[in-house]
């Protein structure tokens, strides 16, 4: 009896051994990745085995110079650009057990594009509504520095308190600058690894407030001790001139050290050394590239509902249009109406004085009609009289 249980176990084990493995290979496909010496592939989400050719938005700095940083169009598709790659390293980082917060940019830009509705506007022009960071600092004539969270943030309370995840990284904006903080959440501490990618060419006394700001913001709402300390801190990502991509800079951080898991040390001499070879800027160049490849082969992740209704909430709405006054008749539309009422009236009167004259000359007719039988009954009534006699 032993034994044929042990057949009927073994076999019943074989049976279940293929329908597990269809399962983990159902659930378990080859994640896309880009190496460090620039090649790349697409893993299972491309299987017709071929690059999407479709052209995208790419951030160069004679854009700007052309526009002189005002133009509203070229914004617009340069903060849909940061929400993509927002996206697929939201789905990069779900996969690997780290929160990141996906900023939806603005659902329209009509404000800005027409001048007159912005006097109806109350808040500064140069902030956007919709940012792309989770805090964003920004400095007065002063020199002092405030904070703002976005308002689809993680950091914001109600989303903090249901981070599914002890690991978190947040985006954090200085004056015309972004830059990144991976926070590690450990049972007794928390490390806070921050990188600028400007390194020592950035803004030192921004990085200064980011640190304070750390401390005084994270620190009594974890509970627990904070230790902060700045990564590359002497490398500079974007060293050439014609390098505008801070943001994706911050995602190629990201990537080789949480979903590749390389250390600090190894992946700033990495870094460094593109910046010695000049090659930094078509490395970074071509990471973007493949960060929008992935995202029109549908490796993403879009918002919460709860941030899309953020977005929608605080896009400027168009300004309600004011009560028109009732417009007055024009010079030929009173004439017109003049006429018209005239021309009635004179109809009227005519058709009323010809009725009545034709009614007066019946009822003489019929009146003079009468008379004349009349006056035959009583003739015929004096002609029998008489003969009668």
């Known amino acids: 009896m032993d034994k044929k249980k042990e057949i009927n176990d073994s076999t019943n084990v074989k049976q279940l051994k293929p329908s597990c493995a269809r399962y983990s290979a159902a659930r378990n496909l080859e994640e896309p990745k880009f190496d460090t010496d620039g090649n790349s592939t697409y893993g299972d989400y491309n299987t017709s085995n071929r690059p999407p050719g479709n052209r995208h938005f790419i951030p160069r700095r004679a854009k700007l110079r052309a526009s002189g940083g005002r133009s509203i169009s070229l914004y617009e598709k340069w903060r849909l650009m940061q929400y993509q790659s927002n996206c697929i390293m939201k789905r990069f980082l779900d996969r690997h057990s780290v929160n990141v917060s996906v900023l939806p940019p603005c659902v329209h830009y009509d404000l ?29 004539a002063e020199g002092v520095y405030r904070a703002k969270i976005a308002p689809a943030s993680i ?54 407030e980011v640190q304070t700001w750390i401390h005084s913001y994270l620190g009594p709402r974890m509970g627990k001790t904070i230790k902060f300390y700045q990564a590359a801190k002497g ?9 505008v991509m801070c943001q994706t800079w911050i995602w190629y951080w990201v990537y080789f ?31 973007n590239c493949w960060l929008a490849d992935l995202y029109k082969l549908g490796f993403y992740t879009n918002e919460s509902p709860s941030q899309t209704k953020v977005a929608l909430l605080h896009t400027p709405k168009r300004p309600q249009p004011a009560a028109r006054a ?4 024009s010079r030929m539309q009173l004439a017109f109406k003049k006429l018209i009422r005239k ?46 006699d």
């Open 326 to 329: 009732e417009k007055k008749p």
């Open 235 to 243: 490398i500079n990502f974007q060293c050439d001139k014609n390098d």
């Open 343 to 388: 021309t009635s009236d004179t109809c009227f009167s005519r058709t009323y004085a010809t009725d009545s004259s034709e009614e007066d000359d019946t009822s003489s007719s019929s009146s003079s009609n009468i008379t004349t039988a009349t006056d035959e009954l009583d003739d015929m009534s004096i002609s029998s009289s008489t003969d009668e």
């Open 112 to 140: 800005w594009k027409h001048p007159r509705w912005k006097e109806d506007y109350d808040k500064p022009l140069d902030e956007d509504p919709c940012p792309d960071c989770d805090v964003r600092f920004t400095a007065d």
């Open 155 to 208: 950091l914001i309370p109600s989303r903090w308190r249901k981070r599914p995840f002890m690991d978190t990284i947040i985006l954090i904006g200085l004056p015309q600058h972004i830059t990144v903080a991976y926070i590690k959440e450990t049972s007794t501490q928390i490390f806070v690894e921050y990188v600028d990618p400007a390194g020592p060419s950035g803004d030192r006394q921004g990085c200064e």
């Open 257 to 287: 050290r949480l979903i590749r898991s390389i250390n600090t040390q190894v992946l700033s001499r990495h870094i460094y050394r593109l910046g010695q070879d000049k090659n930094s800027l078509e490395r970074v160049h071509r990471f």
